[in-house]
């Protein structure tokens, strides 16, 4: 990419850098304006789960536009509103059967932490307020989803404005931040990354925490880390005692993204509010938003008189509603779970025999069509230096090649640790996964020999 200070009027996400146009996009691949094709090797920012160029559901937008592009929810619903919220309370675990929709998944879970508080405090329990997140993992970045995230980076920033939330450490077996043994935690039955939970809650006062917030399969800040079998269980018995809501961050995870309708179904655990975002409308317009339980909607209604003191102008926009609405047709009519399943163990396989073949790649992970690969600089799995960027070397190189991946850093303490997410559309086909592991090769392995040769191939230690 060519870079330098560009003389146009967007805010461009890097002021100094030139991304490609794109003009179309067809299935599985964008098309630039000079005609370069790329494989959309992570669905964009893992949103556009059914790739490009999809007629019906630029059709439904269409009509819906047509008949009624906006109305406002304070006054008035849609038809679709009905449709998109029935379907979605039938995917969803047993007792989660309301949906407030958010146009992004920041708002989503900014919109979780303000019903958490003010469920609790019209329960009579007013001094809730605390919410416990996880480090190393991402909710949003609006105030109050950034403070509930534990992304260092995105943090640091902004730090003085930030609420006073509380974080425990993810989970990460292969990199344990308690130092422990999978196999003698498993043994002994103690996970030393749920209990902790415990003591922050006892620390903090359980009177003052609202809500427990974490992504069942870890995302964007460790390349797809899927906790112990027993996390969830454990967490949920938790959250039980202590009055503590879970919140599921779902928006990468669900609609399909790891093989089931939500990631949380791995752990066989109700969540009380999910969140989600990004697959619902498959990146065809902005949608999001929570489904939740049953539990807390008697709640408002017992003591709130019905009524959750928020609420956003888009919420519910009938246009990005009807997008979810044929996204959801299809992923059914199409099986996509299935296919989800099916090309998600080739692509892991695949992504295995690569690991095999270099070395540098430390770890292979992850779920589904949401896989995660680590790349170290030894078999030990010492990191990169961080100002290296491996992964978005090795991005930039795919670029070059015709394919886009998803790159991340402070894999294992929120600066150090270098991961790529892999995560083609969820009805990606075998050539395509063929083409994408092809691509991926050879920008690693160019990255390698053009690190080498600048002589700053070097570990972090
Ligand atoms: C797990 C998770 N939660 C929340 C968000 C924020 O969603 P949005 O960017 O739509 O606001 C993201 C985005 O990547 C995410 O991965």
Redesign the pocket.
């Known amino acids: 990419m060519e870079r330098g200070m560009r003389d146009d009027h967007v805010f461009h996400r890097d002021l100094s850098k030139k991304y490609p146009l794109i003009t179309h996009g067809k299935g599985s691949y964008l098309y630039s304006e000079e005609g370069t094709r790329y494989l959309d090797a992570c669905s964009g920012?893992?949103a556009a789960n059914l790739g490009h160029g999809i007629e019906e559901i630029a059709s439904a937008m269409a009509n819906q536009a047509k008949r009624a592009a906006f109305v406002h929810t304070l006054r008035f619903e849609t038809p679709v509103l009905y449709k998109l919220s029935e379907k979605i309370a039938r995917f969803a675990p047993d007792g989660l059967n309301k949906v407030y929709f958010t146009s992004?998944?920041?708002?989503?879970?900014e919109s979780a932490i303000k019903l958490a508080r003010q469920f609790h405090r019209d329960a009579g329990k007013p001094e809730k307020h605390v919410v416990i997140g996880r480090w190393q993992s991402?909710?949003?970045?609006t105030f109050g989803?950034l403070s509930a995230g534990g992304d260092i980076k995105r943090r640091q920033v902004y730090t003085p404005n930030l609420l006073h939330f509380t974080h425990i450490h993810s989970p990460n077996c292969l990199r344990c931040p308690f130092q422990r043994d999978k196999g003698d935690c498993d043994s002994r039955q103690d996970w030393s990354c749920s209990t902790s939970l415990e003591q922050l809650i006892l620390e903090v006062g359980p009177q003052n925490v609202s809500a427990f917030i974490a992504?069942p399969i870890t995302?964007?800040q460790l390349g797809s880390v899927v906790p112990p079998d027993n996390y969830f269980k454990e967490v949920r018995r938790i959250c039980d005692q202590y009055d503590v809501l879970l919140i599921a961050?779902e928006?990468?995870t669900g609609f399909g993204r790891t093989g089931k309708t939500f990631a949380i179904e791995y752990f066989d655990v109700i969540p009380d509010i999910i969140?989600f975002?990004?697959g619902i409308s498959a990146g065809y317009a902005p949608l999001?938003g929570m489904i939740v339980h049953d539990r807390l909607i008697k709640g408002l209604i017992q003591n709130s008189k019905g009524k959750f003191v928020h609420g956003y102008t888009y919420s519910g926009h009938p246009v990005s509603v009807a997008a979810g609405l044929a996204v959801l047709d299809i992923y059914e009519r199409e099986k996509i779970l299935e296919n989800v399943v099916e090309k998600g163990n080739y692509l892991l396989q695949k992504l295995i025999e690569l690991k095999r073949e270099i070395p540098l790649i430390f770890d292979v992970r992850g779920k589904g069509l949401l896989l995660g690969l680590e790349f170290a600089a030894d078999a030990e799995g010492t990191p990169f230096k961080q100002d290296l960027q491996i992964t978005e070397r090795i991005n930039e190189k795919a670029i070059e090649l015709g394919a886009v991946f998803y790159p991340g850093s402070g894999t294992i303490n929120g600066y150090l640790g270098d991961h790529l997410i892999v995560s083609p559309p969820l009805n990606s086909k075998t050539n395509e996964i063929d083409e994408l592991v092809h691509i991926l090769r050879k920008s690693i392995k160019l990255t390698i020999e053009e690190i080498r040769e600048a002589g700053f191939y070097d570990s972090a230690k």
């Open positions: 920012a893992v992004g998944g920041s708002e989503a879970n991402y909710h949003g970045n989803s992504e995302g964007s961050d928006v990468m969140t975002g990004k999001a």
